[in-house]
C-alpha cells in the first residue's frame, strides 16, 4: 500500500478502507441483493393467479387477462433475473483483480475501484441517497437508485461513523418498507376491488335483482385510503405521487359511476328482477352480456296483451362463443327449453312474427307456475316468453286477456 500512496489518498476521506472481494463472496452479494426483488415479483405474479382464479366463475376473458398478467411477471423475473446474473458473472471473472477503496466523509462515502495500480472508476453515495440496505456475515450491502454497493463488515473501525450511518439508513429503509407494504395493499385491495366490480356487475345485480351501481361506493373507502396514504408518504418524504393520482381516478370514476344509481327508477330495477326472478322459478342460469336494454311503455298490436317488462339482450361474438357459463352448451340443454319457437305460443305472445324465428323457447305462467303450457281459462294472464334466437335473448313479462 505504501507503493500506491498517491493513489489511495487522493479522496482524503475521515475514514478510508481497502478490500478486495473474492467470486464466491462476489456471488453471494449479487443473491443478497436480488432477493427482495425476486420477492416482489413473486408476490405480484402471486396476487394475480389468486385474483384469476376468484374471476373464473364470475368473467373467464378477465380471469384469463389476469391470468396472463401473473404469468406475465413470472416471465419478467425469469428474464430480468437471467440478465441480472449474467451481468454479475461477468463481473465475477475480474472481480478478483480489483481492490476496492472506500473514503468515508461526513455525508457521502467515496468508492474508487482500482485495477492493475490504476484508477478504473470512482463514485460517490450520499448517506441520504441510500434506498436499501441489507447484511449478511461478511457485508454490508447497500443500494441508491443507481446501482448496488457493498462493504466488508470486517475492516471497518468499530468507531466508525459508518455503523451510525448504516444503522439510520437501515431504520429509513425499515420505515420505507411499511410504507411501501401499507401503499401495495391499498393498491391491490382498490384495484382488485375496482377490476371486480366492473367485470362482475352486471352478474351481481342478477342476484341482488337491481342495476346496483352503487356498488362502485364499496370502493371508495380503498381509493381514499390510497390518498390519505400518499399524503402520508409525501410529509415522510417518500415517493407519492403516482398512489395520490391513482387514488384520484378511482374515487372519480367510482362517484360517476356511482351516482348513476339515481338516474335507475323503479322500473329497470323490476327488469333485473324479471330476470332473477326467471332464473329461480325455471332453475336456469341466464348470462348477462355486456349489451343489455331494458323497455317500458312498450304496447303490442294485440289488444289482448299488454307488456310490463321488455328486455333485450345481445351477445358479442366473444360471449356467444365463450360466455361464462356456456350458454349455447348448457342452457339450451335444459329439458324445459323448446326448440325452435311452437305455432301454439305465436297465438299468445306480443310480436309473433319476430318470435317465430327463435331457435329456442320458453313460456312460463307466472300466476300457476306452469311451464310451457298455454293457458286456457279466462280472464287475465301473466306470463313471462323467453326466446333465443343467435347471439341474441328476449325476455318479455306480460298479461294476456283471454
Known sequence: MDDNDNIYTVNSGNEQYIMSVSKDEYMNIYKLSTRQRNKSILICALIFVVSALIFMPFNSLTSLVLLCT??????????????????WVKKSLIIENRQYLIDVFDEKLSLSIIENYELVSKVSINYDSIITIKENDEFFVFSDDMQVYFIRKSIIR????????????????????????????FLVLTFGLYAFVVACKDNIALHLGNPCYWIYFTVLPFSLGMIINSLVRKKRDIKWIPGLIAGIIISVLCIISGIEQVGYNKYYDSGYNVIAETEKHLGIDIPVPDYINFYKEFYSEDNRIEIINEIDMEFTELEYVETKINYVEKIISYDIWKKGFPDDFLHIVPYPDYFADSEYSILYNVDTKEINTIPTESGTHRLVIIAYYYRTLDIIEYTITL
Open 70 to 87: 401473473g404469468l406475465f411477471y413470472i416471465l419478467l423475473m425469469l428474464i430480468g433475473s437471467h440478465s441480472i446474473k449474467k451481468n
Open 158 to 185: 468499530h468507531d466508525s461513523i459508518l455503523f451510525d450511518k448504516f444503522r439510520k439508513a437501515t431504520e429509513k429503509y425499515s420505515k420505507i418498507k411499511k410504507h411501501n407494504a401499507v401503499t401495495i395493499t
